[in-house]
């Protein structure tokens, strides 16, 4: 069965500061999403991450995946407020998306 | 291109009331998948259709159950509801068969549960 960890659950950081979500899973995977949620919306999709070694890159988000070590990364560079959201990253296995908890993030002006 | 929708916005039920949910998936797409969101729980994953057919099911009571139309919108019935079932209820659609979305799900708003 697939689990999810992400860590951390909460994050509270500085505008203009460098932070890194991390997603580990438990077992194969072939294709992981990353997605936001804004307070008492719905989720907005992110990145796709298809293969070892994928980085994209939107903006001041990027996000990466190694396959082997089952971990993907969310990485935030310079945030800015805009950006405070619940994270979450969602490998799949088997036709079926696994979420993990979210990590909520909270970008202090 | 309107995005998936999802009705009603709120529902409010008793113990033991049975709740319908609908969704409709983006046009051209033909899965549609039910998530719980209760607090602090995160996303659970509850069941799948496509093309008309349950693919998948969640962790969850035989209580939860569904059908896809064949316009492919969707509905979730919730039989004798308890106050545990009381989340949003987020629906999500994709496109299995495009090569370019990578069964990329796209969400709807969801529908506020709330069982008293």
């Known amino acids: 069965e697939l689990k999810v960890e992400q860590n951390p659950l909460f994050l509270s950081m500085q505008e203009e500061k460098n932070y890194t979500i991390y997603c580990n899973y438990s077992?194969?995977?072939?294709?992981l999403y990353w997605y936001r949620q804004d307070p008492g919306k719905s989720l907005e999709s992110l990145f796709v991450?298809?293969?070892?070694?994928a980085v994209k890159q939107e903006g001041r988000l990027m996000a990466s995946l190694d396959t082997k070590a089952r971990l993907s990364t969310l990485h935030i560079t310079a945030a800015v407020h805009d950006l405070s959201a619940t994270y979450f990253c969602?490998?799949?296995?088997?036709?079926?998306?696994?979420f993990g908890k979210g990590t909520r993030l909270h970008i202090l002006p | 291109e309107a995005g998936v929708t999802q009705s009603p916005t709120h529902l409010i039920k008793t113990r033991g009331q049975q709740a319908t949910l609908r969704c409709s998936p983006i046009?051209?797409?033909?899965?549609v998948y039910w998530y719980q969101q209760a607090l602090g729980l995160g996303l659970q994953f509850l069941l799948w259709?496509?093309?008309?057919?349950?693919?998948n099911r969640g962790n969850f009571p035989p209580r939860f159950s569904g059908r896809q139309f064949p316009n492919y919108s969707s509905e979730l019935n919730v039989n004798a509801l308890e106050l545990e079932d009381s989340a949003l209820y987020l629906c999500?659609?994709?496109?299995?068969?495009?090569?370019?979305?990578?069964?990329?799900?796209?969400f709807g708003p969801g529908t506020r549960l709330t069982v008293l």
């Open positions: 999500a659609s994709s496109s299995p068969g495009h090569p370019f979305t990578y069964n990329e799900q796209f």
């Open positions: 077992t194969t995977s072939d294709r």
């Open positions: 991450l298809l293969s070892n070694g």
């Open positions: 969602a490998p799949r296995r088997d036709d079926k998306i696994i």
């Open positions: 046009s051209g797409h033909t899965s």
């Open positions: 259709y496509d093309e008309g057919e349950e693919r």
